[in-house]
């Protein structure tokens, strides 16, 4: 029976490599001395040797009161048990505006370093590319926009800096006061991208929410990063807001850096405008900006933000 068992969650694994990467990243957050044992047990009980004919009661409590609410729900939807049928099922499902899990986004390849995953590639609920890392810290930053701009744009919720250089101050003003920070500042279509190359930051940590809270971080943006424990970028024009009789994403492998880049589009997804405090970047992240570069068009300025 171990062995069978053994065998099932290799198979799990192989089959949801994204989410078994994300569930022992949470679990490492509890201080276990063996975060890998713990999701081996409850991936276990809760979907590899879930039984449906006995009262799973006490099994959905025991681990609702151990479990975050990101492992909650991404297991909820591949466990057997109903879940649903169960008091305080509400706990496993309930999710707050712009929360969705990583079961949502299908995996379509990593970028790696001495051979060790440091980001992933998702394809989002939009239909665009998404670069997924939980070190290289990414601001998304939204600042007031014209009138008329897609309602899409706009979250009602969304915390907007006046301007560009009230935004940019407020990144000034904290690499004053860390001056061994320094970030990448990019230009998107209606606010400012900021990557942090030379320090890793983590998802979870008061401090990076804290963090991208003083730079006007869009707090919807803010909240997945949280509930997803992974920065975020978008590599590819969102779909309102390009002309589709002129725009058909088309993807090529490019020779010179083996990545798979589109061949020709008349958008960027952002410009690269300046670098605040330090120039340097982490040799683990050249990999991850190098891509994000490519993909965004951020030297093309002649080319319409999208």
Known sequence: MFNQTGSSFEEFIKKHPQLYRKLHYWASWRDLDDPAA?????????????????????LVKKWAQVLSLQ??????QLSPIKIKDYPNAY??????QGEYSVMDE?????????GKQ?????????????LNTDRLLIVD????????????????????????????????????QFPQLGFRVYRTRNGLRYLCTTHEFHPLEPKSQRLM???????????????????????????????????????????????????SSPYAVCHLIEIVGERSILPE?????ESHDAYCRVSRLGLELA
């Open 38 to 58: 713990q999701v081996q047990e409850y991936i276990t009980e809760l979907v590899l040797d879930a039984k449906l004919d006995r009262d799973n009661g006490a």
């Open 71 to 76: 492992e909650r729900n991404g297991l909820a």
């Open 91 to 96: 706990q496993w499902y309930k999710l707050q």
């Open 106 to 114: 299908p995996e379509l390849g990593e970028i790696c370093y001495s």
């Open 118 to 130: 440091i980001a992933v590639l998702t394809r989002n609920r939009y239909d665009c590319l998404i």
């Open 141 to 176: 930053v939204d600042i007031d926009v014209p009138k008329g701009t897609d309602l899409r744009d706009c979250p009602a919720s969304c915390q907007m800096a006046i301007s560009q250089q009230q935004a940019i101050a407020a990144l000034e003003a904290l690499v004053e």
């Open 213 to 263: 809270k003083s730079l006007y971080a869009d707090p919807l943006y803010a909240r997945l990063c949280k509930f997803q424990a992974t920065f975020r970028a978008r590599l590819t024009p969102k779909p309102w807001r390009v002309e589709q009789s002129e725009y058909t994403e088309q993807l090529i492998c490019d020779l010179i850096t083996g990545m798979v880049l589109p061949s």
């Open 285 to 289: 992240f050249e990999p991850i900006v």
